[in-house]
Nanobody, 126 residues
Framework: QVQLVESGGGLVQAGGSLRLSCAAS????????MGWFRQAPGKEREFVAS????????NYADSVKGRFTISRDNAKNSVYLQMNSLKPEDTAVYYC???????????????????WGQGTQVTVSS
């Protein structure tokens, strides 16, 4: 049974930084791509960042390029999202996601992911 548990969210002022973590369990982590999505109140869930199974390919939403960095540590079965220069519009619940298929690239569509964490709240004050 695949489980994803996010942590690291919180309240930060605009311009600040946060690092989100997602701990995965239930299968061989290194064989799977990972992704981060977010959902703000009253809005649809949107793609933030993803990383391929081998870590060699990453994708970012245009809104976070240059500010956010996704990375993975296979030894710790974890994926991270370093968020710098945060803006109030980054306020959302952030979700970690993983596909059922192995050896996939850094996909950007939510339907390409089968497992989701419970989410962690990020609030950026102005």
């Amino acid at each position: 049974q695949v489980q994803l548990v996010e942590s690291g969210g919180g309240l930060v002022q605009a311009g600040g930084s946060l690092r989100l973590s997602c701990a995965a369990s239930g299968r061989t982590f290194s064989n799977y791509a990972m992704g981060w999505f977010r959902q703000a109140p009253g809005k649809e869930r949107e793609f933030v960042a993803s990383i391929s199974w081998g870590g060699g390919r990453t994708n970012y939403a245009d809104s976070v390029k240059g500010r956010f960095t996704i990375s993975r540590d296979n030894a710790k079965n974890s994926v991270y999202l370093q968020m710098n220069s945060l803006k109030p519009e980054d306020t959302a619940v952030y979700y970690c996601a993983a596909p059922a298929a192995t050896y996939t690239t850094a996909n950007i569509r939510d339907y390409q992911y089968d497992y989701w964490g419970q989410g962690t709240q990020v609030t950026v004050s102005s």
